[in-house]
């Protein structure tokens, strides 16, 4: 990907992501769908955060979270379901889903899982897949829509998309390890195209993305989310954004509702959670890692955040059901 600050961004958030499934519908058809642990664990650990995805290879199909969020998809459009949530495909309004699970059929050798489904109709054709992220809950995934999709108006691009998701599907289904390399660059890739699609296409984009709407503003979170462990004075992200102290921080402060050095202690510290639930990296490691030299100086910033030590949260972590 180009060095901008939206894929700068994306990198950070260490995305992987798997293709599961090969399916053909023909008209009438409606199923209900969601991304589920099975469907994951095939290609990677179960994630901490599930963005599922549907590239329309052929004809069009109907994506609905409820009676207001209907919207059409045509071949060459990617669905995006950001929280993972349930969803109803389907060839029209108003026809009663099956569920989707139970209509999977196993995969073939060197192949994928398919479901071939429909009254005989119009076709349509669709390859389901899923980007995840291992670092947690992130600002940038929270405020996307439930639903979003995206047109791939160039024909080679779309052609090209299309390919290597088919040789991704291919090679993870056939446990390559080079595969992982393949997925976590074509998951940044259609998760970077498709917030520049949201970004260019919204009204008015609040919170995170109205930061990344701002080139001065954006600039700044790249950096931040780029390197966590470097220092950040309020000095530097200025001159990273080209404005005296007192201009920038009212500005950082207005867009994100959140004053800087309040947004790199909360993502700081977001991590610093992450690292402590998901990793048995020792304590140090953890504290140089998120902005800290000293240990002692990270636990006083985390017990400040969240009440109670870094040891003790990871210990009631550790504890905690699945």
């Not at 670092?135 to 047109?151: D, N, Q």
């Not at 701002?214 to 950040?232: K, S």
């Not at 510290?269 to 890692?289: G, K, W």
């Not at 000293?294 to 030590?309: L, Q, V």
């Amino acid at each position: 990907m180009p060095n901008d600050p939206l894929s700068d961004i994306v990198r950070s958030l260490d995305l992987t992501g798997g293709v599961f499934l090969d399916a053909e519908f023909s008209a009438p058809w409606a199923i209900a769908s969601k991304v589920s642990e099975e469907d994951c664990q095939p290609f990677l650990p179960v994630p901490k955060q599930v963005i599922a995805y549907h590239v329309v290879t052929e004809g069009r199909m109907m994506v609905a979270l409820d009676d207001r969020t209907e919207q059409m998809a045509r071949c060459g459009d990617v669905v995006f379901l950001p929280s993972n949530a349930w969803h109803v495909l389907s060839s029209d309004r108003g026809l009663s889903p099956a569920l989707g699970d139970d209509l999977v059929l196993p995969a073939a050798e060197d192949g994928l899982a398919s479901i071939r489904f429909g009254g005989g109709g119009a076709r349509t054709r669709i390859l389901c897949g899923f980007i995840a992220s291992s670092s947690g809950p992130s600002p940038l995934l929270e405020t996307l829509p439930e639903t979003l999709v995206i047109r791939i108006e160039d024909v080679a691009t779309r052609r090209w998309l299309e390919a290597s998701i088919a040789m991704a599907a291919r090679e993870l289904t056939a446990g390559r390890v080079s595969s992982n390399t393949v997925m976590a660059q074509l998951s940044e890739l259609l998760l970077v195209e498709a917030l520049r699609a949201y970004l260019e296409t919204a009204d008015r984009p609040s919170g995170w993305l109205a930061g990344m709407a701002d080139p001065q503003i954006a600039d700044v979170l790249a950096r931040v989310h780029r390197n966590l462990a470097n220092p950040h004075g309020i000095e530097a992200l200025a001159r990273e954004a080209g404005m005296s102290r007192s201009t920038f921080v009212d500005r950082f402060t207005e867009i994100m509702g959140v004053a800087p050095g309040g947004y790199v202690l909360t993502q700081r510290m977001q991590t610093a959670r992450s690292l402590l639930r998901d990793t048995p990296l020792p304590m140090a490691e953890i504290a140089n890692r998120v902005g800290y030299d000293a240990p002692e100086a990270f636990s006083r910033a985390f017990k400040r955040c969240f009440g109670m030590a870094p040891a003790e949260w990871r210990a009631d972590a550790s504890e905690a059901p699945e």
